[in-house]
């Protein structure tokens, strides 16, 4: 099964190039982030007109004047299942295929977004996977963490500021919520698809900052039940300006 997982950036001119490029590559499982009211409706029509059986987004609370959802799209039908507690509801969505596959996507708020967002997504999330299972399950996408990744396995997250120091307005509380799902999720089975097979000793980025070569790896796709016998990064998309993002691309089989 070819997955892919995007965060399109919110973009609308080049809609139609991000289209082909993803289309091309006939993914059979999609999970997309930062759909704006303007590119969702197209996005679902597009999808639906290329023969994706089940596609399903995120529905938000209108509580944001510029809300950003996630999609998820399946070539055969998928059923949303609820996540409780999650703060912004166009950011998470998880599903569940015909095949028994649940789908959790996300697009964790960032950092500075108030009344800590992006902590409680992560929160959320963690205990809705923590939850024992019998079916495979698959967490991907933009969850905005970490600042930096060591050989050795080690991460710095967000609640640290360059220098590696505990930021004293975000504290160790913060460094819990946002390592939840990077690492916390480890002990309930789940791994890293990317670093599973690629391990740490590469720096690999997947936002970057246009004007000079520095980023951030923000997209991930971690497995329970699930083996990916390749993963990697679409950088190319990336530099073609489709979106600030590399897709991360998967071909996975049952673990």
Request: charged letters at 25%; one cysteine or more.
């Amino acid at each position: 099964m070819l997955f892919v997982s995007w965060n399109l950036a919110g973009r609308v001119r080049v809609l139609d190039e991000q289209a082909a490029a993803l289309l091309g590559i006939a993914p059979d499982l999609i999970c997309l982030q930062e759909l704006t009211p303007t590119t969702l409706p197209r996005w679902g029509a597009l999808l639906r007109e290329a023969g994706y059986a089940g596609v399903e987004h995120a529905p938000g609370d209108g509580a944001r004047a510029r809300p950003l959802s996630v999609l998820t799209a399946s070539r055969e039908p998928q059923r949303r299942v609820p996540v409780a507690g999650v703060p912004w509801a166009e950011r998470v969505l998880a599903s569940r295929l015909v095949n028994g596959l649940e789908v959790v996507n996300v697009h964790s708020p960032t950092s500075p977004k108030p009344d800590e967002a992006k902590l409680r997504t992560h929160l959320a999330v963690h205990a809705h996977l923590a939850r024992s299972a019998d079916h495979p399950r698959l967490l991907s996408g933009d969850l905005n963490t970490p600042r930096r990744e060591f050989p050795d396995g080690s991460v710095w997250t967000f609640a640290r500021d360059r220098y590696g120091r505990i930021r004293a307005d975000r504290g160790e509380r913060w460094e819990h919520a946002e390592l939840a799902l990077i690492r916390g999720l480890e002990e309930y089975g789940f791994r890293d698809a990317f670093r599973e097979l690629h391990g740490f000793a590469s720096r690999e980025i997947s936002w970057g900052w246009q004007r000079w070569s520095g980023g951030y790896r923000l997209d991930h796709l971690i497995l329970a039940g699930l083996a990916a016998g390749e993963c990697h990064y679409e950088h190319s998309w990336r530099e073609r300006g489709l979106s600030d993002h590399s897709a991360l691309l998967a071909r996975l089989a049952a673990g």
